[in-house]
């Protein structure tokens, strides 16, 4: 399969994946970025209130910010809804996290990623999904 997006070929490359955000939206990066064809291995979550989040997500671990240091000079992909964004973005960067990959739910990347876990993951779905063919 061909994976084309820069932000995608870019989680393709990195060794270290980091999420920023550790709800809904941080949760399904995780389940997609650590299946076929990504096969990526989630580090740690990094979450802005340590006290309102579980420790571990499926056997990721959660951390504040503040025991976050050692991933200030990688990429964060902050991995939340679009009302959040600004807040956390600016929080992270007050925070010394300078190297920020935005994946929201509107997102084309996001859309390019979860078309990817669906299309090789067809057997892990309830559902059966299929290609339309192109042109519909």
Not at 27 to 56: D, G, T, W, Y
Not at 64 to 74: F, H, L, S, V
Request: with cysteine.
């Amino acid at each position: 399969m061909v994976i084309s997006d820069t932000a995608i070929e870019k989680i393709m490359c990195m060794d270290k994946i980091v999420i920023y955000g550790a709800g809904v939206m941080g949760k399904a990066l995780k389940l997609c970025l650590e299946s076929k064809p990504f096969n990526k291995r989630i580090q740690c979550f990094i979450v802005s209130n340590r006290l309102s989040n579980p420790k571990m997500i499926k056997g990721t671990p959660v951390i504040g910010m503040e025991e976050a240091e050692e991933y200030k000079d990688d990429t964060i992909i902050v991995a939340l809804n679009e009302n959040n964004m600004p807040g956390a973005i600016e929080g992270l960067h007050k925070q010394g996290f300078k190297k920020l990959l935005i994946m929201n739910a509107a997102s084309d990347e996001w859309s390019h990623i979860k078309k990817c876990y669906f299309l090789n993951n067809q057997d892990k779905c309830y559902i059966p999904f299929k290609m339309l063919p192109e042109g519909i």
